[in-house]
C-alpha cells in the first residue's frame, strides 16, 4: 500500500499532465462543436444560396462548411494524439504544455491574418475586383472563422500560461 508521500507525489506528477489534457479536452471540443455547426449551417445555405441565385449567401455557406471540415479533422488528430500518447510525467507535460501554448500563439497570428483577409476579400468584392476566384461571401465566412479561431486559441494560451512550470 502507497504511503501518503507517495501518493501525494503521485498527484503532483500528474498534475500538469491533467492540467494539459484539460486544455486539450477543451480545444478539441469546441473545434469539434464550431465544425458540427459550420458544416450544418454552410451545407445548406450553399445549396439555398445556389437555389436563389444569390452567389454570396452560397460563397458564405461554401466557405463555413469547408473550413468546418478543416476544424473536424484538426480536432481529430488532436484526439489521435492525445490517446496514443498517453500519461505524461511532469516534465515531459510541462514541456508539451510549452509547445501547445507557443502553437497557440503561432496560431492566433495566423487566425488575425484571417480575419483581415477576409475583411480584404469583402471589401475586394463589393468594390467590383475579385480576389482569388472569391466574393464577398467568403471574406465573410473566412473573417468570421478567423474570429472564432483567435478567441479559442488566444483564451486556452492564457489558460496555457496560468499553469506553472519550471521555467517560469
Not at 486539450?24 to 458540427?36: C, G, Q, Y
Not at 450544418?40 to 437555389?51: E, N, Y
Not at 463589393?126 to 466574393?135: C, H, I, T, V
Amino acid at each position: 500500500m502507497a504511503t501518503l508521500t507517495e501518493r501525494g507525489a503521485s498527484t503532483m506528477e500528474t498534475m500538469s499532465n491533467h492540467q494539459l489534457v484539460r486544455v486539450e479536452k477543451t480545444l478539441t471540443t469546441a473545434l469539434v462543436a464550431w465544425s458540427v455547426a459550420s458544416i450544418s449551417l454552410g451545407m445548406p445555405l450553399a445549396l439555398i444560396g445556389r437555389k436563389m441565385g444569390s452567389t454570396s449567401v452560397s460563397e458564405f455557406g461554401r466557405q463555413n462548411a469547408l473550413w468546418g471540415a478543416v476544424d473536424a479533422a484538426i480536432a481529430g488528430v488532436g484526439l489521435m494524439t492525445r490517446r496514443k500518447r498517453g500519461v505524461l510525467s511532469d516534465v515531459q507535460a510541462e514541456r508539451e504544455i510549452r509547445k501547445l501554448r507557443n502553437l497557440l500563439v503561432i496560431n492566433a497570428l495566423a487566425d488575425v491574418g484571417y480575419i483581415a483577409g477576409g475583411i480584404a476579400i469583402a471589401a475586394r468584392s463589393r468594390r467590383g475586383m475579385s480576389s482569388l476566384r472569391m466574393g464577398a461571401g467568403d471574406g465573410a465566412a473566412i473573417g468570421i472563422q478567423g474570429t472564432f479561431l483567435l478567441v479559442l486559441d488566444v483564451s486556452q494560451a492564457m489558460r496555457l500560461r496560468k499553469i506553472p512550470t519550471k521555467a517560469h
